[in-house]
């Protein structure tokens, strides 16, 4: 398995050589869940945030496995079978929130098992919503940690954001985030298949 700077120098290689369709596609997934969010007070979040962000994790999967994805590829994977989608995100998004009730620590620990379900979803057409939370715990077990450093790494490109009024999340640290993530899941299920943690039949 790379590791997590070798992920990472892999998804910068891919996301420049991919720039301007890299940035334009983060940019209009984030259009469009502001607009949902705000324009219908939330209610259209519910049935259009989930599959545009399935869209979104299977655009960066598909960059950072050295493809050239056009923007309606994220359309196209988020809203195909849309019910299993929405369905699947949604149960993340509860399953998530009711662990947070207990306690913060609990619901970020889960919220990282849980964290693989969009990508599980948009790269295994025949995974059902449930099953896609399964195997995404499965596939991080014993592997939360790494998961958090690699969310960790960003935080200096997240407060340079911050710093120039999110000039740098929109143009560079953004989409770079989200193809190290998509490798990151590419990574972690691929330990998972070699080492028989799930199986091909399960992840098709």
């Known amino acids: 398995m790379k ?8 998804s910068k290689q891919h996301f420049s050589n991919n720039y301007w369709v890299s940035v334009g596609a983060v940019i209009l997934a984030m ?12 209610l259209g ?10 869209g979104l ?5 598909c960059l950072y496995r050295g493809e050239t994805p056009g923007i ?25 929130y009711l662990w947070t009730l207990l306690l913060i ?7 990282i098992a849980y964290s693989l379900t969009p990508y599980i979803l948009a790269d295994c057409p025949n995974v059902t919503a449930t099953d896609a939370l399964k195997l995404s715990m499965r596939i991080t077990q014993g592997h939360k940690g790494e998961i958090f450093v690699m969310y960790l790494s960003f ?11 999110g000039i740098v999340g929109i143009f560079y640290s953004n989409p770079y985030y989200f193809v190290s993530l998509a490798g990151l899941y590419e990574e972690l299920k691929n330990n998972a298949l070699n080492n028989g943690t799930v199986t091909s039949i399960e992840l098709a």
């Open 105 to 111: 620590v609990p619901g970020i620990i889960k919220g």
């Open 31 to 42: 259009l469009i869940v502001g607009a949902a969010s705000g324009v219908t007070f939330g």
């Open 155 to 165: 935080i200096g490109w997240f407060l340079l954001s911050l710093i120039t009024a």
């Open 57 to 61: 994790q299977y655009f960066t999967l």
């Open 72 to 96: 309606e590829t994220m359309f196209t994977a988020g809203f195909s079978n849309y019910g299993r989608k929405l369905g699947g995100m949604l149960w993340m998004y509860l399953f998530t």
């Open 45 to 54: 979040a519910i049935f259009l945030v989930p599959p545009i962000m399935v």
């Open 3 to 10: 590791t997590r700077q070798e992920i990472k120098s892999t």
